[in-house]
């Protein structure tokens, strides 16, 4: 029994040292988080609220009521006072018809004719009688194209051509709206009426300046005379190069 005891006393001290020491692991390690919570919240950033908006005031205004409607006013069935217009009459002027042309009235005997002799009389007579005409002289002027004796032939003269408003309208600009200037050819066809016609552009100076273009345009204003052969005729569809100087 002593034995027992002794073994009970000398156990329960050891139990106790170690519960002590678990108890007190315990107790630090709270400590420690509790530390850790603490300077958590005393190092977070203090957030102020903003100040509240002030209050709006909303001020009601009742509307204005509008008046009642002005009741219709009587008719008046005196003059001037609403009466109903009298109705309008429409003049139609009459229609004025030529007259009938007059009616030609017959002779009641028709004239007698005398009797028509053809060839020459032998004899002298009163009755009128069918001849040898005989030959006139006469005078007039007259227009015509015509040929002579004459012969050369001859080169195409200009008569007239675009003005310098027509060009300057026709002239193409760049994007500042500055002029181009430059000199542009076209081959045309010259027709016996002075115009010109099938123009195509074969040069442009400089290239690309869009001035040959603008030459074809001008073409209705120019006037050709055709050039003429060696009989002085004039001869149609006759080709011609046109330079066409574009002036700042």
Not at 24 to 47: D, E, K, R, W
Request: net charge positive.
């Amino acid at each position: 029994m002593r034995s027992a005891l002794a073994i009970l006393d000398v156990k329960t001290p050891l139990l106790d040292r170690r519960r002590l020491k678990k108890a007190g692991v315990v107790a630090g390690v709270a400590a420690a988080h509790i530390g850790l919570f603490a300077l958590v919240l005393l190092t977070q950033p203090t957030v102020r609220l903003p100040p509240p908006a002030p209050p709006i005031e909303i001020t009601l205004i009742t509307p204005d009521v509008p008046p009642p409607p002005e009741p219709p006013r009587p008719v008046s069935r005196e003059a001037g006072g609403g009466a109903p217009a009298a109705p309008s009459v429409v003049h139609v002027p009459p229609v004025v018809r030529d007259p009938p042309p007059p009616a030609f009235v017959a002779p009641p005997e028709p004239a007698p004719e005398p009797p028509q002799v053809i060839g020459a009389s032998p004899i002298q007579t009163t009755q009128p009688g069918l001849g040898q005409g005989g030959q006139g002289t006469g005078t007039g002027t007259g227009v015509g194209a015509g040929s002579g004796p004459g012969s050369g032939a001859g080169r195409a003269v200009l008569i007239s051509g675009p003005t310098e408003a027509q060009m300057r309208r026709a002239q193409p600009r760049t994007g500042l709206a500055v002029r181009r200037v430059g000199r542009a050819e076209m081959r045309c066809r010259i027709r016996l009426d002075q115009r010109l016609e099938g123009c195509v552009v074969t040069r442009e100076m400089p290239p690309g300046s869009r001035l040959g273009q603008a030459a074809v345009s001008l073409a209705p204003f120019y006037r050709w005379r055709p050039p003429t052969d060696a009989a002085g005729r004039p001869q149609d569809n006759t080709e011609i190069v046109i330079g066409v100087d574009f002036p700042p």
